[in-house]
């Protein structure tokens, strides 16, 4: 931390910061400048947020210098990325990309084999699919729940595909726990920190989609919450975020790929088809997620789009997912990367 006096603080001012901060036990450093004086507080920056000391006569302001994330920080423990190992599919590390591809929901299991048999044939690395929905409008369709796990575990027996989806409460982690292999956290539910806490517990690797309108700082905070579990796999994903743009259902942020690569070392994938709501667009974001350096891609995938009962106008037809599995393949063997 650094506590920054204002011009016209007075020596007594400089000292009574400095022994408050003292009784910290955080190492003090008082900076004189041209202008002002700043004082250096090195150690513990909780104890020091816990002191108040903007109100101190004197002090302008008070700026962290550490990053608010700490688990998920590729500053301290971790020098080395997270690389996962998903029932033989890799996420993370650099040398393989993760594609992820499925129905938003379940539907039938004739909807969902259909597609399961489209994504392993076109080189899908993982299936995935809602059970449980969560729906802006009340009176949308919620997801078949259970059954629809039952279904997926279906899917994974015949394709071999490991599955991932959403948990949306607390209430169904016994089910998402038996039957998931991907724990999904929605982005609606990125700040759920009760929600967080639990899916670390379930001991399974966690996707963990960004928040509509939350910042990256925000995103590896959630992370945190999942990581002091002792759960250590957390897959990130930017699905978009709200922005004053809406020719896009979202706007998709690309510039947080390599942002996020800088300062963390957990897997980051991108979600095209939440971004764009427009299967047109999915193609070319796809590309460029490859290309940015992302992980893997999670992208939705329907039979017969016009007819599904969520999210169809951004599904990619199963028909010409193999097509669009190879274009993305050669957009992440730019990279080295092979799909995994
Ligand atoms: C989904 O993956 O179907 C979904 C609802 O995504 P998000 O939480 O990013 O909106
Ligand atoms: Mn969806």
């Known amino acids: 931390m650094m506590i920054v006096m204002t011009p016209q603080a007075t020596q007594a001012q400089i000292e009574a910061v400095c022994t408050r901060l003292e009784t910290t036990g955080v190492h ?34 008070v700026v962290p210098i550490s990053r608010p994330y700490k688990l998920a920080s590729s500053e301290l423990s971790h020098q080395q990325p997270t690389i ?5 599919r890799t996420v993370g590390g650099g040398s393989t990309f993760c594609l992820i591809a499925g129905p938003c929901t379940v539907e039938s299991q004739e909807q969902t084999l259909g597609v399961a048999r489209a994504v392993a044939a076109g080189g899908g690395s993982m299936l995935r699919g809602g059970a449980f929905k969560p729906r802006t409008s009340p009176f949308a369709f919620k997801g078949l729940g259970v059954p629809a796990l039952e279904i997926l575990a279906q899917a994974r027996e015949e394709t071999g595909l490991p599955v991932v989806t959403e948990l949306l409460d607390a209430q ?27 899916a670390g517990k379930l001991g399974k690797p966690v996707l963990l989609k960004r928040g509509l309108s939350s910042s990256l700082d ?28 809406t ?9 947080a790929v390599p942002w996020l690569k800088l300062h963390t070392h957990l897997p980051v994938i991108v979600d095209p088809s939440h971004a764009a709501g427009d299967r047109r667009l999915v193609e070319p974001l796809s590309r460029a997620a490859a290309a940015v350096g992302a992980d893997g891609i999670i992208v939705e995938v329907h039979e017969d789009p016009d007819a ?16 669009y599995a190879a274009d993305v393949a050669a957009h992440a063997e730019l990279l080295g990367k092979r799909l995994a």
Do not use: W
């Open 84 to 88: 996962l190992d998903i029932a033989g």
């Open 172 to 198: 169904h982690a016994d089910a998402i726990h038996e039957h998931a292999d991907v724990v999904q956290i929605g982005a609606r539910n990125m700040q759920n920190y009760a929600l967080l806490e639990i």
């Open 218 to 245: 925000e995103l590896l905070q959630a992370a945190d919450y999942v990581l002091k579990e002792g759960n250590e796999a957390v897959i990130l994903c930017e699905r978009g975020i709200r922005t004053f743009e």
């Open 28 to 61: 003090v450093s008082v900076m004189p400048g041209e202008l002002t004086t700043a004082i250096g507080a090195i150690g513990d920056p909780e104890g020091v947020a816990e002191l108040g000391l903007e109100g101190l006569p004197g002090v302008d302001r």
């Open 247 to 255: 020719a896009t259902r979202f706007t998709l942020d690309l510039g």
């Open 308 to 323: 599904a009962l969520c999210d169809g106008p951004q599904a990619l037809h199963a028909a010409g997912f193999a097509a």
